[in-house]
């Protein structure tokens, strides 16, 4: 067994997993050790420092001649997942990624099948990454310092699940420009001083003070501001910078009681009134290459029910295929199953197809005259707290329900298209379209109209009275211009 001691960071994992590919070690054979301190010697990345100190004890990777395999060739996007996938911290996250990696060099395409363990794992794993992520993007609180403290202008704390610091910095600072700002979590902290981003780890002592400082009470996406904690955390700033720590304290700040904001995409479709008689067009999504680094799909041999395209099938009561007239004037998209329609099969007769129902009230429409499906036809969810909750389909799940979707679009022949939510634009134009981009538009794309809104789940995911009936409203506005699309008008 060769044991492998690297610092937890992709790019040190990275360039072991290539020595150990020429080497052509089996993961079998490695176990990995995570440390924070796997110190390499001058002038030697930490990786091969700790290969040369494993060879010397005679349990890791031995010194020798060169090695005469060659290091083959990863496809860009594989190494983005992997990349993705190294956020997620686990025990195991350096062994799953050496072993999809070995599978896949060994011509072991079905690695990254949904269907495979390994595949299934992996593809959990940059789902929650992705996921938290968007939290860590949406929910982060910054509060502003007065300037006489001096840098940095804004402040904020968060405390992720994953080591998602280096993932999410870089977009924290194009939103926050030319303003000094400091995220810290518990395990590192991001430091912009207008012009230069660092990403750093705090020393041993002062993160375990940092850590023990942390009132009971604290909560995710909250600048936590005890006395003792913001002076390391600002001390470590001016270490970074060579600025000056500020010796004032900071209170401790909450999201204000009235409730946050309208989202900023609300806001830009509001402000672009005349949008709604403007149409349009899409180009269309490279074709994907299945070739590369994912096994093709399989064609169905039997009806919907029956089908095996990918792994939701397993966990899923039923598949739920479309329903509404022959020849609707009208088709509805969403995006999957919620958890009533998983047990009951019939499409838009949970919750949101409730609120579904009012918007279309608001536009003057009948349910009945609409064909209504979804983008995949099974229920994807995982357990919470003893509860299913929903998750969003991956790309390969979209992917392989395209071929039922094409099916129901060449059927029932719709002039217009109103898709709910980004997964289903995203079916039907390609994974390049963001839904925020198209609100208040008519999509022309492949000779289909399209009319992109919100899935009514977005309403019912906030507790703001004002927010949802604004959501609502959209939904409403985009069933309206569908339906004078479909009869005829601009």
Known sequence: MKRIPIEPSFAVWRRAARALLRQGVEPSQIEWLE????????????????FATAGASGSGIATGPAPVLSAPAIPRELLSWLKTAACFRAPDRWALLYRVLWRWTRGERNVLDLNDPDGSLLDQRIRAIEHETEDLLTLTLFRRRDPSMGP??????????????????????????DSTWMLATPHGAVFWNGMLLRIGRPATEAHEQATHALPASAMTGEAITSTPTEALW???????????????????????????????????????????????TVPAAPPVEYSAITPPLLEPTGPLATCRRCALWRNAKQAVAGAGPAHAAIMVVGEQPGEYENQHGEPFTGPAGQLLDV???RAGLERGALYLTYAVKHYKWETLDQQRIHRTPARREV??????????????GPRVVVTLGATALRALTGAHVNLSEYLGQTIAHDGRLIVPAWHPSYALGTADTRLRDDIVATIAAAFSRAAALAAGGA
């Not at 940095?152 to 420009?177: I, K, S, T």
């Not at 992917?399 to 029932?412: F, N, S």
Request: proline fraction near 11%; glycine fraction near 6%; hydrophobic fraction near 45%.
């Open 234 to 280: 600002l001390a470590y700033y001016a270490s970074a910078f060579n600025g000056e720590p500020s010796p004032v304290p900071l209170r401790y700040w909450r999201m204000p009681p009235a409730g946050p904001p309208l989202p900023a995409r609300l806001a830009r479709e509001r402000s672009r009134l005349g949008a709604q008689s403007a149409t349009v």
């Open 399 to 412: 992917e392989a329900c395209q071929y039922w979707l094409e099916k129901e679009l060449t059927r029932i």
């Open 35 to 50: 440390s924070e301190g796997a110190a390499a010697a001058p002038g030697m990345p930490a990786a091969e420092s700790a």
């Open 359 to 361: 918007a279309l009230a």
């Open 152 to 177: 940095p202008e804004f402040v904020g704390w968060y405390e992720p699940h994953h080591d998602l610091l280096a993932r999410a910095a870089a977009r924290f600072a194009a939103r926050m420009g």
